[in-house]
């Protein structure tokens, strides 16, 4: 069966990176695109990145994150990361992997001083 699973989450000050990874399971990784999401405390879930299966590898982000974080994947490790740069408070969130109707349980990710 499909599964994914984010680890890499914790605490950062303001202006810190992390590096999330979504290691999967069940299913032809390199065929499928691959999403990041994020639900912040008292919001509902929203897009945070995307990384397509095509041969271009196109990658798509919400206006939020742009030009500072990165998703990229590993289609040998059946991985995807999200490289997380100059966080900000307002990032603290948890953070899930995506692939069409599935999700990994989530890592929570926090950016406090």
């Known amino acids: 069966q499909v599964q994914l699973a984010e680890s890499g989450g914790g605490l950062v000050q303001p202006g810190g990176s992390l590096r999330l990874s979504c290691v999967t399971s069940g299913f032809t990784f390199s065929s499928y695109s691959m999403n990041w999401f994020r639900q912040r405390p008292g919001k509902e879930r929203e897009f945070v990145a995307s990384?397509?299966?095509?041969?271009?590898?196109?990658?798509v982000y919400a206006d939020s994150v742009k030009g500072r974080f990165t998703i990229f994947r590993d289609n040998a490790k059946s991985t995807v990361y999200l490289q997380m740069n100059n966080l900000k408070p307002e990032d603290t969130a948890v953070y899930y992997c995506?692939?069409?109707?599935?999700w990994g349980s989530g890592t929570l990710v926090t950016v406090s001083s």
């Open positions: 990384s397509s299966s095509n041969i271009f590898n196109e990658t």
């Open positions: 995506n692939r069409n109707v599935f």
